[in-house]
């Protein structure tokens, strides 16, 4: 293989896509950590264990999403698409469906982590002000609180399920195209 036609390889659309998925996986965990040091501050501390469960939407909940899931499963996904062509000798099943997967991970984790992120501190300044419980000062909200939350969990596990979907299907698809000869081969030779 030629030096140009290894370069190409190496930055198929595959790699790229797995690129993106790196650079936002970091991009969450700057964001998650930051939170994770913010919360632990007295202050913040206080205020989370005075809100009780609109405290948990910010702490742990709303950190532990943007961090596991932005984060360390972003992460795992680029490196799925890294590997699994080179381990598989497949190209991926869907390029496409691999680059919808992307856009309903970062709207999903980004729509979810805002979710609870606004409601939760709405909700808790709101009984600490008014001296009211939490189903009271969720009832403000309502039905936006649960909309959001509701939307924002369905495109993560959409993200989710159309990545879980293309690995299947690369791994199980008879398709002959789909084979590394295909991939490897400079793109003026491919049909
Ligand atoms: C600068 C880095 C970080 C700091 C300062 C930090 C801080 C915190 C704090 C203060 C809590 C709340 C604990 C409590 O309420 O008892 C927490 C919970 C949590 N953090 Fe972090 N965190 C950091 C990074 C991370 C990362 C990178 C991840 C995941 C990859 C993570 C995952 C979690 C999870 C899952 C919880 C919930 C644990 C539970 O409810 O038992 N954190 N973190
Ligand atoms: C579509 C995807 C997901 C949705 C919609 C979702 C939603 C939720 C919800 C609603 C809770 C609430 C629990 C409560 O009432 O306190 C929860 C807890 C949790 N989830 Fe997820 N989750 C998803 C995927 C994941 C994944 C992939 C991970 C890890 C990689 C994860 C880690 C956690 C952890 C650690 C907790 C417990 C947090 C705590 O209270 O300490 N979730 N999740």
């Known amino acids: 293989m030629n030096q140009a036609s290894e370069t190409e390889r190496l930055n198929s659309p595959t790699d790229r896509l797995g690129l993106r998925f790196i650079l936002f996986g970091v991009f969450c965990l700057f964001v998650g950590t930051l939170q994770g040091f ?29 961090n596991l899931i932005g984060g360390v499963v972003s992460v795992v996904m680029a490196m799925v698409y890294y590997l699994l062509p080179r381990l598989s000798g497949r190209q991926i099943w869907s390029q496409m469906l691999g680059e919808l997967s ?12 805002s979710v609870l992120l606004t409601f939760g501190i709405l909700e808790g300044n709101r009984m600490l002000d008014q001296g009211i419980v939490y189903p009271l000062a969720r009832a403000v909200y309502q ?13 993560m596990g959409i993200g989710h399920w159309t990545f879980v979907f293309n690995v299947f ?8 195209k789909k084979g590394l000869e295909t991939m490897t081969r400079p793109a003026k030779e491919r049909v």
């Open 38 to 66: 913010l919360q632990s501050t007295p202050r913040i501390r206080h205020w989370v264990h005075m809100t009780g469960q609109a405290g948990h939407l910010v702490d742990p909940l709303a950190h532990a999403h943007i």
């Open 102 to 113: 992307f856009v309903f991970m970062v709207s999903g984790v980004l729509a979810f982590y």
């Open 143 to 155: 039905p936006y609180h649960k909309i959001g939350f509701v939307l924002a969990a369905l495109l």
């Open 169 to 176: 299907a690369t791994v199980w698809s008879r398709d002959p």
